[in-house]
Protein backbone atom coordinates (compact mmCIF):
# COMPACT_ATOMS: atom_id res chain seq x y z
CA UNK A 1 0.00 0.00 0.00
CA UNK A 2 1.26 3.34 -0.87
CA UNK A 3 1.50 5.66 1.91
CA UNK A 4 0.54 9.70 0.85
CA UNK A 5 2.37 12.57 2.69
CA UNK A 6 0.44 13.67 5.66
CA UNK A 7 -1.05 10.63 6.69
CA UNK A 8 -0.19 9.20 9.97
CA UNK A 9 -1.44 5.66 11.41
CA UNK A 10 -3.83 6.63 13.72
CA UNK A 11 -3.24 2.83 15.85
CA UNK A 12 0.43 4.59 16.60
CA UNK A 13 -1.14 7.86 17.63
CA UNK A 14 -3.66 6.38 20.27
CA UNK A 15 -0.58 4.58 21.62
CA UNK A 16 1.62 7.03 21.94
CA UNK A 17 -1.55 9.04 23.50
CA UNK A 18 -2.11 6.40 25.68
CA UNK A 19 1.43 6.46 26.94
CA UNK A 20 2.02 10.11 27.63
CA UNK A 21 -1.18 9.51 30.00
CA UNK A 22 0.16 7.17 31.94
CA UNK A 23 3.64 8.73 32.61
CA UNK A 24 1.92 12.08 33.26
CA UNK A 25 -0.64 10.47 36.07
CA UNK A 26 2.61 8.80 37.41
CA UNK A 27 4.45 12.10 37.22
CA UNK A 28 1.51 13.63 39.19
CA UNK A 29 0.64 11.22 41.76
CA UNK A 30 4.55 10.68 43.30
CA UNK A 31 5.09 14.68 42.74
CA UNK A 32 2.22 14.95 45.07
CA UNK A 33 3.00 12.93 47.49
CA UNK A 34 6.44 14.41 47.67
CA UNK A 35 4.38 18.14 48.34
CA UNK A 36 2.59 16.41 51.18
CA UNK A 37 5.17 14.99 53.10
CA UNK A 38 7.35 18.47 52.47
CA UNK A 39 4.15 20.01 53.63
CA UNK A 40 3.83 18.15 56.76
CA UNK A 41 7.47 18.79 57.82
CA UNK A 42 7.06 22.21 57.16
CA UNK A 43 3.75 22.74 59.73
CA UNK A 44 5.29 21.21 62.32
CA UNK A 45 8.37 23.49 62.03
CA UNK A 46 6.13 26.22 61.52
CA UNK A 47 4.21 25.26 64.73
CA UNK A 48 7.36 24.19 66.67
CA UNK A 49 8.39 27.44 66.56
CA UNK A 50 5.35 29.35 67.47
CA UNK A 51 5.14 27.05 70.73
CA UNK A 52 8.93 28.19 71.63
CA UNK A 53 7.96 31.55 70.70
CA UNK A 54 5.03 31.65 73.08
CA UNK A 55 7.21 29.70 75.96
CA UNK A 56 9.75 32.06 75.36
CA UNK A 57 7.45 34.70 75.93
CA UNK A 58 6.86 36.36 79.24
CA UNK A 59 3.03 34.66 78.60
CA UNK A 60 -0.44 36.35 78.99
CA UNK A 61 -1.19 37.59 81.81
CA UNK A 62 2.32 38.24 82.47
CA UNK A 63 2.21 37.09 86.02
CA UNK A 64 -0.59 34.06 84.50
CA UNK A 65 -0.96 30.89 86.63
CA UNK A 66 -2.81 27.55 85.68
CA UNK A 67 -6.50 29.31 86.21
CA UNK A 68 -6.08 32.80 84.44
CA UNK A 69 -3.32 31.72 81.60
CA UNK A 70 -4.55 32.61 77.96
CA UNK A 71 -1.10 32.80 76.21
CA UNK A 72 1.83 30.39 78.01
CA UNK A 73 4.95 31.91 78.41
CA UNK A 74 7.58 30.82 80.81
CA UNK A 75 10.59 33.81 80.94
CA UNK A 76 10.70 36.77 83.05
CA UNK A 77 11.23 40.63 81.70
CA UNK A 78 14.62 40.04 81.60
CA UNK A 79 14.31 37.00 79.22
CA UNK A 80 15.18 34.75 82.18
CA UNK A 81 13.58 31.21 82.44
CA UNK A 82 10.83 32.33 85.12
CA UNK A 83 10.80 29.08 88.37
CA UNK A 84 7.23 29.84 89.32
CA UNK A 85 5.96 30.03 85.67
CA UNK A 86 7.92 26.76 84.94
CA UNK A 87 6.18 25.58 88.40
CA UNK A 88 2.70 26.92 87.01
CA UNK A 89 2.86 25.33 84.07
CA UNK A 90 3.48 21.83 85.07
CA UNK A 91 -0.14 22.30 87.09
CA UNK A 92 -1.56 23.14 83.82
CA UNK A 93 -3.19 19.64 82.06
CA UNK A 94 -1.94 18.42 78.85
CA UNK A 95 -4.77 18.83 76.70
CA UNK A 96 -5.17 22.43 78.02
CA UNK A 97 -1.81 23.20 76.98
CA UNK A 98 -2.23 22.37 73.61
CA UNK A 99 -5.54 24.30 73.29
CA UNK A 100 -3.28 27.31 74.53
CA UNK A 101 -0.44 26.76 72.03
CA UNK A 102 -3.02 26.51 69.35
CA UNK A 103 -1.90 23.04 68.02
CA UNK A 104 -2.91 19.93 67.18
CA UNK A 105 0.53 18.01 67.68
CA UNK A 106 2.04 16.74 70.33
CA UNK A 107 5.03 17.94 72.10
CA UNK A 108 7.69 17.47 74.95
CA UNK A 109 10.39 19.97 75.93
CA UNK A 110 13.59 20.28 78.17
CA UNK A 111 16.37 21.90 78.76
CA UNK A 112 20.47 21.43 78.40
CA UNK A 113 23.05 22.49 80.36
CA UNK A 114 26.53 24.09 77.98
CA UNK A 115 27.62 19.97 78.73
CA UNK A 116 24.63 18.81 77.12
CA UNK A 117 23.32 17.10 80.75
CA UNK A 118 19.50 17.44 81.58
CA UNK A 119 18.58 20.33 84.11
CA UNK A 120 15.73 18.86 85.44
CA UNK A 121 12.55 20.95 86.16
CA UNK A 122 11.76 19.29 89.55
CA UNK A 123 13.85 16.81 91.10
CA UNK A 124 11.42 14.04 89.40
CA UNK A 125 10.85 15.94 86.35
CA UNK A 126 13.00 16.53 83.37
CA UNK A 127 10.59 18.16 80.99
CA UNK A 128 7.26 19.18 80.10
CA UNK A 129 4.68 17.63 77.39
CA UNK A 130 3.40 14.84 76.29
CA UNK A 131 2.88 12.03 79.29
CA UNK A 132 5.24 9.35 79.72
CA UNK A 133 7.68 10.67 77.17
CA UNK A 134 11.31 11.41 78.48
CA UNK A 135 14.73 12.10 77.17
CA UNK A 136 15.42 8.06 77.22
CA UNK A 137 12.18 7.45 75.48
CA UNK A 138 11.57 9.95 72.44
CA UNK A 139 13.19 8.71 70.21
CA UNK A 140 11.08 5.26 70.31
CA UNK A 141 7.65 7.68 69.23
CA UNK A 142 5.93 5.75 66.39
CA UNK A 143 5.22 8.85 64.11
CA UNK A 144 6.23 9.64 60.79
CA UNK A 145 7.02 13.27 61.40
CA UNK A 146 8.85 14.14 64.44
CA UNK A 147 11.42 17.54 64.69
CA UNK A 148 13.58 18.82 67.24
CA UNK A 149 14.11 22.70 67.87
CA UNK A 150 16.51 23.98 69.84
CA UNK A 151 16.81 27.48 71.30
CA UNK A 152 19.34 29.53 73.65
CA UNK A 153 17.73 30.04 76.68
CA UNK A 154 18.95 31.83 80.31
CA UNK A 155 17.86 29.13 83.17
CA UNK A 156 18.96 29.15 86.81
CA UNK A 157 22.05 31.50 85.98
CA UNK A 158 23.39 29.73 83.29
CA UNK A 159 23.29 29.54 79.19
CA UNK A 160 20.92 25.99 78.28
CA UNK A 161 18.96 24.85 75.43
CA UNK A 162 15.19 24.47 75.45
CA UNK A 163 14.82 21.79 73.31
CA UNK A 164 11.59 21.32 71.75
CA UNK A 165 10.29 17.68 70.40
CA UNK A 166 6.79 18.01 68.15
CA UNK A 167 5.57 15.29 66.13
CA UNK A 168 2.13 14.10 64.50
Known amino acids: MKHK???FNFLDFMMGVVI??????IFFKYSSNITKKQEGITGLAVEGKTISNDLLS?????NWNSSNVVIIGITDDNNQINETKLNNL???SYEQTRTLFRTRYHYYFLFLNQNNSIIKI???QEGIGYPGVNSSNIGN?????LIKLERIVFFRNQMAKLVLYLWQ
Open 5 to 7: KGQ
Open 20 to 25: FAILMT
Open 58 to 62: QGFPS
Open 90 to 92: INV
Open 122 to 124: TPT
Open 141 to 145: INTKR
